[in-house]
């Protein structure tokens, strides 16, 4: 299973900045990297300051692409809490900052043990972007590239035992990504846009040799702003993530392919001042191995905060 | 932006009050092996669940096994049970009972290794449970009466109330399914139908078993042999040794190490290997050789028959019983981890 802070971190990553007031949506385990939407280029001398919660229930046992019962009644949760800030260096130049916190709960309730938490400072983040064409009067398409790095600034030594890879708030490890999304504007005033997205993302061993190693994931939908500041977006996310290695080999009941539906709704509150909020379900998926746990459902709340 | 800042303020509170939520167990204290080389499999603890109410079939109903499926089997009583890999790799232990006799067979599907422990005579619930810990990539067990751990390799209490104390091992036979219904054919097997969502036709780990890699980190690394290579090993009064169960002659073949004054038997063919020590009680060593017969393996100078559990069948001393060796097959890059002293013996 992929480690939650992994894909939370690179699909922040590639969120960039965006002034447009739109949310990042991160990712966990068996859902999508990143949202569709999030690559909006920046103006020159903008920023932004966004808070995201996400909540990631991971209580899905699956056995390739089949749902089994699990007896053990085992709840597996991440939730994180992010604070990211872009900047545009000019109208096409954009850069980025994340930093994240993370929790991870497990809990077998067939057993006499409580629940066990990971929880700490993750991993941060520092991406940049470049958009050679955004959407205006006189344009309709938008592409844009960007570039991110991971740092690993997150807490990798929890539990007494040392927990799992996947239970710790970092991941140890240096990481990258890189992203390309193009979307179309049907109208002068753009309410109406589809858009279609490409991210890449590789993960370095940690100092355990364990690596999440990378994903990809290809992401399409629909999105549609009206006059009264809401703003809605459907979006279907194909991911594909890689087998986790340690000491170089392959781990078993780890990697896979999702599909995933997502909906994201954000009502602006003032010009500068936007929430919103989301949530991904799982439309299909095949998994490695013979038996994984993966996301039942994810659910994100925002705050968009531009500074002009 | 009310209901965003409650969900912040609900992580950041979560985050500042679950310190004790990194204990990954459940019993506080000491530990007996270095905690810094205990890791988190990341099932959880009883996240593999034990089989705690086992059914059995008869071998007729057996169709689900292949003939070289491997197999732990048992005899107490005059009953034969067979526990099959294929179903113990997930779950790991089986709490059974013989007549009143209580029993827990452990498997360990990272480190190959599979032993039957006593039940605690003196518990109300002399059950077993699995950790989700695993010391040198071994299965720790725990016991729900004390909830003290268990390595399942050491055979020992490593953290808890019990720490320090020794399981009793009773003797058992890791060999094929056909091997195993040949000697006993009235024997039962373990039924598949467990009362959990497993698909017992899949190996769970992938190619672990033949490749090279492992999945957690151990002690010690020795590759003298191939990582997974299946060795009985035998650690006793000093003598670590190590036979690759491929290294014993197809047929059955006797070992007899005079000096050390103990038997080992075993087939690379029927897939199994016992070990014995060879001084009766009353002080009388003997010395074993072979029989290729289906139920008993070995036969003294008396003309005394022997079978697999060191139990005289036939002939003078009928009815004694040879005391085992601690030993049992394993993985060798686990056996290794943790007898790094072990020799390793061409049968």
Known sequence: MKSPIVLLVVGAMSAGFM????????????????SA????????????????????????????????????????????????????????????????????????????QGEQIGEGLGDSLVTLSYSPQQISVWNRQQLSFGL???????????????????????????????????????SQAARLKTFVSL???????????????????LSGGISYASDLGLWVQAAIDLRDADPHTRFGGELPNTGGQWINGSLSVQYSLAPDLAVNA???????????????????????LGLVYNIQ | MLFLGLGALLFITACGGGSSGGDNSSAGGEWLIPEDEVRDGGPGKDGIPSLDSPIFLSPENSGYLADDDLVIGVVRNGEARAYPHRILDWHEVAN????????????????????????????????????????????????????????????????????????????????????WRSLYPDTAVLSRSTGFSRDYSRYPYGSFRTDQNLLFPVANS?????????????S???????????????????????????????????????????????????????????????????GTRWDLFGQAQEGPRVGEQLTPLFSYTAYWYAWAAFFPTTEVMSP
């Open chain 1, 148 to 186: 991110g790095v991971r740092i690993p600034t997150g807490e990798d030594d929890k539990g007494s035992p040392l927990f799992l890879e996947d239970m710790q708030p970092g991941q140890g490890a240096w990481g990258g990504s890189a992203w390309v999304y193009w979307a179309r504007a049907y």
């Open chain 2, 96 to 179: 059974d009972e013989f007549g009143s006799e209580k029993v827990t067979i452990n498997y360990c599907p990272l480190t190959g290794s599979a032993m039957m422990w006593q039940g605690d005579l003196e518990a109300a619930n002399a059950e077993f449970g699995v950790s989700g810990l695993l010391f040198n990539s071994n299965l720790i067990m725990y016991d729900r009466e004390s909830d003290t751990y268990w390595s399942q390799m050491l055979a020992t209490a490593v953290h808890g109330p019990r720490i320090d104390e020794k399981a009793t091992l009773l003797p058992m036979v890791e060999t094929t399914w056909a091997t």
């Open chain 2, 222 to 234: 020795d590759n003298r042999l191939h990582p997974k290579l299946r060795v009985f090993g035998i």
């Open chain 1, 37 to 112: 939407d999030a690559y909006i280029a920046s103006k020159a001398g903008d920023s932004q300051l966004a808070v995201t919660y996400n909540y990631f229930d991971l209580s899905d046992l699956v056995a390739g692409s089949t749902e089994v019962n699990d007896e053990t009644q085992r709840d597996r949760a991440t939730q994180t809490l992010l604070l990211r800030y872009g900047y545009g260096l000019s109208d096409r130049w954009t850069v980025g900052a994340l930093v994240s916190g993370v929790r991870h709960e497990r809990q077998v309730r067939t057993s006499n």
């Open chain 2, 236 to 302: 006793q009064d000093g003598i670590t040794r190590a036979y690759p169960i491929e290294a014993f002659a197809d047929g059955v073949q006797v070992i007899n190490d005079v000096n050390e004054a103990y038997v080992v038997v075993g087939s690379s063919g029927r897939n199994f290997a016992a070990a014995f020590s060879a001084t009766l009680d009353d002080g009388t060593q003997l010395t074993f050789s072979p029989i290729q017969d289906d139920t008993l393996v070995m036969e003294d100078e008396s």
């Open chain 1, 199 to 217: 991210s890449l993302s590789e993960t370095g061993e940690n100092d355990r040799e364990y690596s999440f190693e990378g994903e990809t994931t």
């Open chain 1, 278 to 300: 989301g949530v991904v379900l799982p439309i299909h998926r095949d998994l490695e191995g013979s038996l994984q746990f993966t996301t039942r459902q994810q659910f994100s």
């Open chain 1, 19 to 34: 002034p447009s007031g739109r949310a990042a949506t991160c990712s966990c385990a068996g859902v999508a990297l990143s």
